[in-house]
């Protein structure tokens, strides 16, 4: 790990302000760091200081309800979500995304804001000899190489997937990040706040290099409603998703009322799936249903040479998912 | 350089540090406590788990000056006056090791998995101890010798 200045400020303003800071020092904001280190340590990150988030007094950290749902402060572990009663009553969905995220001691390291701004697994992007498009070359490597592990929704330039597991637990919800910058404050829907890499712009959100993430807040849920996570990986524990479901569903006699579903592991970004969502809303309940929206979500799929696997993965995780969220049982 | 203090195994402790220090570097070479291990230096195999005030962490992934003003627990702070705690016991009685180099990290997770949960079903031994790996795959027994404490004290 290259040498850095450790700095600690007392304000939100002072260190929005260090963050935007211009010229050839380069400011990186660290909370748990079970991502940010672990990039320092092969210099794909090279920060001239790191602020500790840990210490700004007026960073929020932890999970209160609130008039409509839930607000979850940006310094929140990951195992106080997963372990938290109301969450797990009022949004099930998400403490099972938490609980199967990495393990228990990087749990408890980890904050929610990093586990939403982590920098995707893909092996060319954390390879310090390969400069990839998204660390500024000019090309990606896993279009036409090894993209066992990569997107096939929303590639190119970078088809590098989203390895968070709570980002589309918390996109099914439709939750909104409060963002605080130098001139105030702004409120971003999780679904503006991710967004495909562009050439301006190499990277998976609209944060500003001068922003912090304060809160996430979570709207509330209508009574009846259910809702899941489910992951796919190339072992049964820890590893990032090779596909996940977050599935919402609120059932009406048999009839579906009201349905959710994101993709993780499948795109630069958390991919919500609209048209099957819609195609959900009015159908009856069973697994001939089911079996006809996983092929609708998967439609517009674009495999690569090696990740064709990932669409029968997806197919067969929406079909559980729908089919465990409307058992009678 | 960055003062850094914090307790360790009950002791204070005071020192300048490198920001880039990482807290496994620290324990083993500043302070001469070798008992907890480095092995995949990536996060992923939890030879360098301690607790950090009363959470399990891998300690090859945080900085000593994360760690300022915390209290810390290693391998080397759980046995009092030569006696092994019920853990260290328990891997003893159940044989829950075999080459020996994840030990320290199983122990000291287990430790606070049994202390957080003391009726811990089986299921939940190895969930907890996903972040732990055992490369001569002595598994069985390491869930036996938490179960043996966890019976101890939960039933």
């Known amino acids: 790990m290259r040498p850095f200045d450790y700095v600690r400020t007392t304000t939100l303003d002072e260190t929005c302000q260090l963050l935007g800071q211009d010229g050839d020092s380069s400011v990186r904001a660290l909370a748990g760091g079970t991502d940010l280190l672990t990039l320092m340590k092969k210099e794909i990150s090279v920060p001239t200081q790191l602020i500790d988030l840990k210490r700004l007094p007026d960073l929020p950290s932890g999970i209160t309800s609130t008039a409509q749902g839930m607000t979850i402060g940006t310094l929140t572990t990951m195992t106080e979500i997963e372990t938290n009663v109301q969450l797990q009553e ?67 330039p970078c088809y590098a997937v989203h390895p968070s597991d709570l980002a589309p637990a918390l996109l099914a919800l439709e939750a909104t990040v409060q963002l605080r910058g130098p001139g105030g404050e702004r409120m971003v829907p999780l679904a503006e706040f991710y967004a495909l890499p562009e050439e301006k712009r190499r990277q998976e ?7 912090l993430l304060l809160n ?17 990986m190339d072992r049964k524990v820890w590893a990032f998703a090779l596909v996940g479901v977050a599935a919402i569903v609120r059932l009406e006699e048999q009839k579906i009322v009201d349905a959710r579903l994101v993709l993780s592991g499948v795109a630069p970004i958390p991919w919500r799936v609209t048209a099957a969502e819609q195609a959900l809303v009015g159908a009856t309940a069973n697994e001939a249903t089911f079996a ?15 990740n064709a696997y990932k669409i029968t993965l997806a197919k067969s995780l929406v079909r559980r998912a729908l089919t465990m969220l409307t058992d009678e049982g | ?12 402790v005071t020192r300048e540090v490198e920001p880039r220090l990482l807290l496994v570097d620290f324990l083993r070479d500043t302070l001469g406590l070798t008992g907890t291990n480095i092995a995949c230096d990536t ?32 391998i080397e702070g759980l046995a009092t006056n030569g006696v092994l705690n019920p853990m260290q016991q328990a891997f003893w009685d159940q044989h829950g090791l075999q080459c020996g180099f994840c030990t320290p990290g199983m122990i000291m997770a287990a430790t606070k998995l049994v202390e957080n ?6 299921a939940e031994i190895r ?25 101890g004290k939960g039933g």
């Open chain 1, 292 to 306: 006809e929206i996983a092929e609708f979500a998967l439609a517009d799929a674009q495999s690569l040479s090696h």
């Open chain 1, 90 to 156: 009022k949004y099930p969905l998400l403490a099972e995304a938490a609980a199967v995220a990495a393990t228990p001691q990087l749990r408890n390291m980890a904050t929610i804001g990093g586990n939403l701004l982590q920098r995707p697994r893909c092996w060319y992007y954390r390879n310090q000899l390969v400069n990839c498009w998204l660390k500024g070359g000019d090309e990606c490597q896993a279009q036409d190489g090894e993209n066992q592990l990569h997107a096939l929704f929303g590639g190119g």
């Open chain 2, 127 to 151: 969930h907890g101890l996903e972040g732990n790996m055992c490369r001569c795959t002595g598994y069985q027994n390491i869930v036996n010798a938490v179960a043996q404490v966890a019976a």
């Open chain 2, 43 to 74: 996060s992923q195999c939890g030879a360098c788990t301690i607790h950090m005030d009363g959470m399990a962490v891998k300690s090859c992934t945080v900085l000593a000056v994360q760690a300022d003003g915390s209290t810390l627990t290693t």
């Open chain 1, 205 to 211: 959100t609209q944060l500003e290099k001068d922003e």
């Open chain 2, 117 to 122: 949960n003391p009726h811990i079903t089986e």
């Open chain 1, 216 to 232: 996430i807040h979570l709207p509330g849920l209508p009574a009846g409603t259910r809702s899941t996570y489910l992951k796919a």
């Open chain 2, 1 to 12: 350089m960055t003062q850094v203090s914090l307790t360790v195994n009950g002791s204070p």
